[in-house]
């Protein structure tokens, strides 16, 4: 993972850039005594649960690192939110029980800047939202999902934009193969918008000859 720029005709983002944080926490089943892989669902659960305490404790530091700085925190868990909001002071965790009212109410202050820190899940905020004034954010933990990932770190990292936007990616070090998939998803995406970018051109260019 690493650093890309957008270029749309009169539209320049000013960059993007993916840092992993690979944590060596093992995670073994009760049968071994390493962990050699993440299995099932399973063992992705028990990975995700054992590693918690490491995860959310270096994704405290880099809020610490840049205490002028908005953070944005992707959970999964709700015990992940939980710890982050015990960890980093002033910190709201807007849940999923919350009401409609409430959710709004915090989103809406993390946008104004009356809240610095936010904690959240992507199927709350990753849709929708316009955090162009926040530059730093971290996913504290990962899921299979490219979609839910790409739409997290584009609240963000979006038109209006004036900064490089930092996004860490905490895991432990038996989580990596989620980065790796994630990152390949990426990849793939690149790819085909690449393609269908030259296509347009192309096409434009032809318009052009034969007008």
């Keep these: 993972m690493g650093c890309t720029k957008c270029t749309c005709d009169s539209y320049v983002l000013p960059g993007l850039e993916i840092i992993s944080h690979l944590l060596p926490v093992n995670s073994a089943p009760d049968d071994q005594l ?11 659960a028990k990975v995700r649960r054992d590693t918690l305490d490491a995860r959310c404790a270096r994704a405290a530091e880099l809020v610490a690192a840049e ?6 925190l992707w959970c999964g868990l709700n015990d992940e939110a939980d710890r982050l909001a015990a960890l980093i002071p002033g910190a709201v965790n807007v849940r999923g029980a919350w009401s409609p009212e409430d959710k709004a109410t915090a ?25 162009q004034h926040c530059a730093r ?5 990962l899921s299979d999902s490219y979609e839910t990932y790409y739409q997290s770190i584009r609240r963000c990292y979006r038109y209006g934009q004036t900064r490089v936007v930092h996004a860490h990616v905490v895991l432990s070090d038996l989580e990596a193969q989620i980065a790796s998939n994630i990152a390949r998803k990426e ?3 690149a790819a085909v918008t690449g393609a269908l970018v030259e ?4 096409a434009r260019t032809r318009l052009e000859t034969s007008a």
């Design 199 to 202: 296509e347009m051109r192309r």
């Design 187 to 189: 990849r793939d995406a």
């Design 107 to 131: 989103l809406l202050g993390f946008a104004d800047g009356d809240i610095k820190t936010l904690i959240t899940k992507p199927s709350i905020a990753a849709f929708g939202l316009n955090w």
């Design 67 to 72: 205490p002028g700085e908005p953070w944005l």
């Design 34 to 44: 390493f962990a050699t892989d993440l299995g099932g669902v399973g063992g992705r």
């Design 137 to 141: 954010m971290a996913f504290v933990g």
